[in-house]
């Protein structure tokens, strides 16, 4: 159920419907949009008696969500969410027309090594910086990630450069170190449905980048950025990064198509990642120009200085030239849609 509120209503007003829907048993999750505040209803087994709330003062109307998700819903909220990272550089913005692009090797590995990726970063224009601190492996003998001296690197990284720093937490004992160290925590697509990760998220000041499960459906991608909502954090930025098919000529397919889906349904930013969505190299230049062409808010790109020696998805890593030649062409493809990377 949501509680439409008019236009001019006051906090006070906000504030008294929560307390009234808080006083039947319920959740309020309020949702402030451009127009309208409009409050969630949550926990409600069936039905929610709705009398004594649309005659409140303030209340439009109370109206049935049908969909599962709710907080994610344009439903709730109709004007695109602009999710603002700050970084030392000033705020980086994802959604309503502004394209965030983030660059940074798959994994944090030497501090010569995140040096070397991240002035290549800057020097093409970015602002936000992504590697991994811990990294989330099909093997267990291979490189699991560096741990806290990795955050420590990406913390040197912010000092050094001013840029603003993506990293993963795979689990809630790293969430509680990444959280201090970073200024966006990254859900990977193996933890899109770790639901006790993706609370622990929603409870994070910190803004959160979620990723598509390899074989998510648009409702459980919904879903699991609802979980991190539901806990109160509506800073979620949504990311595709390819799903499992039949398709053997690239690691994953990336689904572009998703974004235009999510555009409608959802008020969030989607970014993509072609590193991921791909798993090639010279697959990684027109994808994302296919991605800010089909209205994506960002682009997220592997990007290494010396690729065939990196100790994680080299493969799918371009260079720090390649990754400005990206950013140049991505800026002039966002210009027909008038939007703008910043
Ligand atoms: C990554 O971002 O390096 C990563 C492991 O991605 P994903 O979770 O999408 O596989
Ligand atoms: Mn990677």
Same mark, same amino acid.
Request: hydrophobic share 30%; charged share 15%.
């Given at each position: 159920m949501l509680v439409v509120m008019q236009s001019h209503a006051t906090e006070d007003q906000v504030r008294a419907v929560c307390a009234r829907i808080e006083s039947l048993g319920y959740k309020a999750l309020p949702v402030p949009g451009a127009g309208r505040t409009a409050i969630c209803i949550t %926990?409600?087994? %069936?039905?929610?008696?709705?009398g004594s709330l649309e005659a409140? &003062?303030?209340?439009?109307e109370c109206i049935p969500v049908s #969909? &599962? @998700? #709710?907080?994610? *819903?344009r439903d709730v909220k109709e004007d695109d969410t602009v999710v603002r990272i700050p970084t030392p550089s000033g705020e980086v913005a994802f959604g309503g027309g502004a394209i965030g692009v983030v660059g940074g090797p798959c994994a944090v590995e030497t501090r010569e090594q995140a040096f070397a990726v991240a002035r290549g970063i800057k020097a093409a224009g970015a602002r936000l910086f992504r590697g991994g601190a811990y990294k989330p492996r !099909? +093997? &267990?003998? +291979? $490189?699991q990630g560096l741990g806290e001296p990795g955050l420590k690197i990406l913390a040197a990284v912010r000092d050094e450069f001013g840029l603003g720093i993506i990293t993963e937490a795979i689990d809630n004992e790293s969430l509680d170190l990444v959280e201090k160290y970073t200024d966006v925590i990254q859900i990977g697509a193996r933890n899109m449905q770790n639901f006790s990760l993706l609370k622990r998220a929603g409870r994070s000041q910190k803004p959160v980048l979620l990723k598509r499960g390899m074989s998510a459906t648009l409702d459980e991608f919904l879903m699991a950025a609802e979980y991190v909502m539901s806990e %109160?954090? @509506?800073n979620v930025i949504l990311c595709e990064r390819g799903v499992r098919t $039949? *398709?053997? $000529? !690239?690691?994953? !397919?990336?689904?572009? +198509?998703i974004v235009p889906a999510v555009q409608r349904r959802s008020h969030l930013p989607i970014v993509v990642d072609p590193s991921h969505g791909t798993g090639k190299r010279h697959k990684v230049l027109p994808l994302s120009r296919a991605a800010i062409a089909v209205g994506a808010d960002g682009l997220l790109v592997e990007v290494h200085h010396d690729p065939d020696r990196a100790l994680s998805d080299g493969i799918q890593s371009i260079l720090p030239n390649e990754f400005a030649q990206l950013v140049a062409e991505a800026r002039e493809i966002a210009a027909v849609l008038h939007h703008t990377i910043n």
């Open positions: %926990g409600n087994e %069936g039905a929610v008696d709705i409140m &003062p303030g209340v439009i #969909k &599962p @998700y #709710k907080l994610v *819903s !099909t +093997s &267990p003998y +291979s $490189f %109160g954090n @509506y $039949f *398709s053997d $000529f !690239t690691r994953n !397919t990336l689904d572009l +198509s």
